[in-house]
Nanobody, 126 residues
């Protein structure tokens, strides 16, 4: 059973930075894509960024493009989300997700991922 654990959330002022980590453990790594999603109060869970594990291709939502960077450390089975120039609208619970069979066209919808972390809270002051 693959387990995903996020960390790195916290409080930051507008314009600041945070780096989130997601560590996969509990079995042989089998995720084709790893993604980050976030959910703000009263809103649906939305796609933030994703990375293809074997190729390293990266994908971003328009709202974070140019400010966030997704990366990975294959030896550590860890994916990162570097968040810069944070805005109040970035506030929410950030979740790490992965799936062993998901295809590119499906990575932007949270319903297509089988494995999820517990979430880490990111709060950006207004």
């Amino acid at each position: 059973q693959m387990q995903l654990v996020e960390s790195g959330g916290g409080l930051v002022q507008t314009g600041g930075s945070l780096r989130l980590s997601c560590v996969a453990s509990g079995g042989g790594f089998s995720m084709r894509y790893m993604g980050w999603f976030r959910q703000a109060p009263g809103k649906e869970r939305e796609f933030v960024a994703a990375i293809k594990w074997r190729g390293g291709n990266t994908y971003y939502s328009d709202s974070v493009k140019g400010r966030f960077t997704i990366s990975k450390d294959s030896a550590k089975n860890t994916v990162y989300l570097q968040m810069d120039s944070l805005k109040s609208e970035d506030t929410g619970v950030y979740y790490c997700a992965g799936d062993p069979t998901i295809i590119l066209s499906s990575i932007f919808d949270s319903r297509n991922y089988k494995n999820w972390g517990q979430g880490t809270q990111v709060t950006v002051s207004s």
